[in-house]
């Protein structure tokens, strides 16, 4: 599974009813269900350690699209786990790929040697060479924190774009959702956008797809899925958890450029400070390079993330959530979160109407 780590599969491959997506709503998103070709707009948000073939897979199955989390993975691993989920799936679902992985056109290759259809390129803007590469054989999306950047990511061969706002789990950008979709959304029309943050509930989808987005991006509403593997302390985490809880990390020292990160807040989140402190001290006595830092830092959030998901230490783990882990109140199926999505969205086109 994603970042090597064995488990029994939960899911099995018997076909799954077709999600019930009313006319309206499947006209509504109609640009982003062909661009992923499935019938369900809402593209997987990649969830180290959570997003893997298990969750990958039923997300697919039940009519959504899901990504693979490649995160620090090597080659070997990546091929490993889009092969695994293959056996789980037939539909279609991507990969999402590190941009300052050391290894990004060696995990490009594995893509194109298993066939992925989608390559999802996140955490830092996409090298031309490597988005010309995933070009040739698969559609690439990219993530685009400001509509210069979409401008410029298109002209490099985007096929797709994700924007991606501060309300988000894991690493984020300084921006909320609704200012990144009314900066964005009115001026990129030449590919589909797809909105991510914050969102947890079907009402928000159809507010972003009136503004003009092709479909969504959720990450945070499917941690608690059945099918996902992350631990039961870790997903009860969730459950009681609220909005205000899920904070961004905070930068040490200007010297030395950290993403910010959102997670719930815990004794993690201070050893973070920590960390920063003493890679920072590296940094300036000239033992590391600012990229190899940078790297050391992100290795600290990967290691620290699989305490939480996998051991279930969400004390000194780092429980990353989105701001709509509020709305996530127990644990049920990927195909039940995504009916309930489905209502809602046709609950808040019908209020509309009438």
Same mark, same amino acid.
């Given at each position: 599974?994603?970042?090597?780590?064995?488990t029994q599969d939960?899911?099995?491959?018997?076909?799954?009813?077709?999600?019930?997506?009313?006319?309206?709503l499947?006209?509504m998103?109609?640009?982003?269900t062909?661009?992923?070709?499935?019938?369900? !707009?809402?593209?997987?948000? !990649?969830?180290?350690?959570?997003?893997?073939?298990? /969750?990958?897979?039923?997300?697919s199955?039940?009519?959504?699209?899901?990504?693979?989390?490649?995160?620090?993975?090597?080659?070997? /691993?990546?091929?490993? *786990?889009?092969?695994?989920?293959?056996? /789980?799936?037939?539909?279609?679902?991507?990969?999402?790929?590190?941009?300052?992985?050391?290894?990004?056109?060696?995990?490009?290759?594995?893509?194109?040697s298993?066939?992925?259809?989608?390559?999802?390129?996140?955490?830092g803007l996409?090298?031309?060479?490597?988005?010309?590469?995933?070009?040739?054989?698969a559609?690439?999306?990219?993530?685009?924190?400001?509509?210069?950047?979409?401008?410029?990511?298109?002209?490099?061969?985007?096929?797709?774009?994700?924007?991606?706002?501060?309300?988000?789990?894991?690493?984020?950008?300084? =921006?909320?959702?609704s200012?990144?979709?009314?900066?964005?959304?009115?001026?990129?029309?030449?590919?589909p956008?797809?909105?991510?943050?914050?969102?947890?509930?079907?009402?928000?989808?159809?507010?972003?797809?009136?503004?003009g987005?092709?479909?969504?991006?959720?990450?945070?509403r499917?941690?608690?899925?059945?099918?996902?593997?992350?631990?039961?302390?870790?997903?009860?985490?969730?459950?009681?958890?609220?909005?205000?809880?899920?904070? !961004?990390?905070?930068?040490f020292?200007?010297?030395?450029?950290?993403?910010? =990160?959102?997670?719930?807040?815990?004794?993690?989140?201070?050893?973070?400070?920590?960390?920063?402190?003493?890679?920072?001290?590296k940094?300036?006595?000239?033992? =590391?390079?600012?990229l190899?830092?940078?790297? *050391?830092?992100?290795?600290?959030?990967?290691?620290?993330?699989?305490?939480?998901?996998?051991?279930?230490?969400?004390?000194?783990?780092?429980?990353?959530a989105?701001?709509?882990?509020?709305? =996530?109140?127990?644990?049920?199926?990927?195909?039940a979160?995504?009916?309930?999505?489905?209502?809602?969205?046709?609950?808040?086109?019908?209020?509309?109407?009438?």
């Open positions: 599974m994603s970042e090597a780590v064995a939960k899911i099995t491959t018997a076909p799954l009813p077709a999600p019930k997506v009313s006319p309206r499947a006209e998103w109609k640009r982003g062909e661009f992923l070709g499935c019938p369900v !707009a809402i593209l997987a948000g !990649a969830m180290s350690w959570v997003s893997e073939r298990n /969750l990958v897979a039923a997300i199955n039940a009519g959504g699209f899901g990504v693979i989390a490649c995160g620090s993975m090597n080659p070997a /691993l990546l091929d490993a *786990e889009i092969k695994a989920t293959k056996a /789980l799936t037939n539909k279609p679902f991507g990969v999402n790929v590190i941009t300052m992985h050391p290894q990004l056109m060696e995990l490009i290759e594995v893509c194109q298993n066939n992925v259809t989608h390559v999802v390129f996140a955490a996409s090298p031309g060479e490597a988005i010309k590469k995933a070009k040739s054989f559609k690439v999306v990219c993530f685009a924190p400001a509509a210069s950047f979409a401008k410029r990511l298109i002209k490099s061969g985007a096929d797709a774009l994700v924007i991606e706002g501060s309300e988000a789990g894991g690493h984020i950008g300084p =921006v909320s959702t200012v990144l979709a009314q900066e964005i959304l009115p001026v990129i029309r030449d590919v956008v797809f909105v991510a943050g914050g969102i947890g509930r079907g009402e928000a989808i159809v507010s972003y797809l009136e503004m987005a092709s479909g969504v991006q959720m990450g945070t499917f941690v608690c899925a059945t099918e996902s593997i992350a631990h039961p302390k870790f997903k009860q985490a969730f459950i009681r958890a609220s909005a205000r809880d899920a904070v !961004a990390s905070v930068q020292d200007k010297r030395l450029s950290v993403i910010p =990160v959102r997670a719930l807040a815990n004794h993690g989140t201070e050893e973070f400070m920590e960390t920063q402190r003493r890679v920072l001290e940094l300036v006595r000239g033992e =590391v390079e600012q190899a830092a940078q790297l *050391e830092i992100e290795h600290f959030w990967a290691g620290a993330l699989r305490r939480a998901v996998i051991d279930g230490d969400v004390e000194r783990g780092s429980v990353m989105g701001q709509s882990v509020g709305m =996530v109140t127990r644990e049920e199926p990927v195909t979160i995504i009916a309930e999505l489905l209502a809602q969205a046709d609950a808040a086109l019908a209020a509309r109407a009438g």
